[in-house]
């Protein structure tokens, strides 16, 4: 299994990115699919999931309004578009999948895990 981000880069404050995880060798449509960041010296934190399906979404506080999180189960890919980006938005996100909606905010709970993609917010 493999989950593979990517899109990140530096962007300027108030400015777009869209984040994209394709994931090989697991079927996602049956995955909840969940973004993570971490950010220098922090805890890996939530960021936003979607669940198998895709009828359920869910968001952390700081990201509700500004990122939007889709799903295209046919390609196999997860994507985070994330608007109105601020400084403390840098970190590196990670995607992460698992066949319970109800762990999506819980890092230590996901089952796959893929390599991190950088975004870094300029001020």
């Known amino acids: 299994v493999q989950l593979q981000a990517s899109g990140g880069g530096l962007v300027q404050a108030g400015g777009s990115l869209r984040l994209s995880c394709e994931a090989s060798?697991?079927?996602?449509?049956?995955?909840?699919m969940v973004w993570f960041r971490q950010a220098p010296g922090m805890e890996r934190e939530f960021v936003s999931a979607?669940?198998?399906?895709?009828?359920?979404?869910a968001y952390a506080d700081s990201v509700k309004g500004r990122f939007t999180i889709s799903r295209d189960d046919a390609k196999n890919t997860v994507y985070l578009q994330m608007n109105s980006l601020k400084p403390e938005d840098t970190a590196v996100y990670y995607c992460?999948?698992?066949?319970?909606?109800?762990?999506?905010?819980?890092?230590?709970?996901?089952?796959?895990w893929g390599e991190g993609t950088l975004v870094t917010v300029s001020s």
């Open positions: 979607s669940s198998a399906g895709g009828d359920r979404t």
């Open positions: 060798g697991l079927t996602s449509r049956v995955y909840t």
């Open positions: 992460a999948a698992d066949r319970y909606y109800a762990n999506r905010g819980d890092p230590n709970s996901m089952h796959y």
